[in-house]
């Protein structure tokens, strides 16, 4: 099933529209005070808030929830996994001290809850091809949204190019989950979308140029041996040589870090 992926830009969070066959899903959304703003984003890609079916939240931080229950007023459905439910109201306190913005609590018996093994009958019941991952590490209630073409949105689940910083941490973990997917699209709740290569591809690319660079093959020679684009080889070899112990993933992480 293909699905459509569109990007509201209207605050510090972003958002996403993920559109199925059969409905419609909101990916996270931002913090109290900015529901204008999102009925203009969300016009500016063609769509009013009744072609919304359900609202996902990827935590209960209050940029990643705080205009959900004033979306959720006009027809769409908050759904949440069942482990996030002792999280839903965690934000309420800090909108509480901050009196310049309009806040609506969740209405905890308008919430539509489902396990993380019903999340992929839920999503085919949208036209959707996916399922719902339990990634903590940013915090204990944070989801991933993976759709089985390749998209993959992870909330605030520390970026992949900062992979190397959290090793042995639940971060790595969720990572490590996520990354046996293969994704080609990761969005992020802040960061900007990372188109990712074919990883396999590039891993075994990586691991001959450092093979070669052992060797003591000049650039040169690399490049005949490999078809590689010459900026990229020695990218690769500038990392391999500046960073001692650094393997193939962490080479990869840095070129990303380059080129964002």
Known sequence: MKTIISELKYSNTNTYLIEGSEGTILFD?????????????????????????????????PDHMGIAQEIADQGPVITIVDLQRPFVHSSDQIFAKDTRVHYEPIKDDS???????????????????????????????????????????????????????????????????????KPKAIYYGHAKTYQTPQ???????????????????????????????????EDV?????????????GILDRIEIKNK
């Not at 903590?136 to 949204?145: F, K, T």
């Open 29 to 61: 959304t931002g913090w109290a005070g900015t529901f204008v703003q999102f009925c203009s984003a969300l016009g500016s890609v063609g769509k009013k808030l009744q072609d919304i079916d359900h609202i996902l939240v990827s935590h209960f931080h």
């Open 111 to 181: 919430l539509n809850v489902i396990t993380i093994e019903q999340s992929r009958d839920f999503l085919r019941s949208l036209g959707i091809d996916g399922e719902i991952i339990h990634t903590p590490g940013h915090s204990e209630d944070s989801i991933s949204l993976w759709l089985d073409e390749g998209s993959l949105f992870v909330g605030d689940l520390n970026p992949l190019y900062e992979l190397e910083l959290h090793k042995g941490t639940e971060i790595e973990k969720s990572w490590n989950k996520l990354l046996e997917k």
């Open 237 to 249: 070899n500038r990392m391999y040589l500046t960073h001692q112990n650094v393997g193939v993933q």
């Open 199 to 233: 990883h396999s591809e590039w891993y075994g690319l990586v691991s001959r140029i450092m093979k070669y660079i052992d060797k003591g093959y000049s650039i040169e020679k690399i490049q005949r041996k490999t078809a590689a684009d010459i900026d990229f080889i």
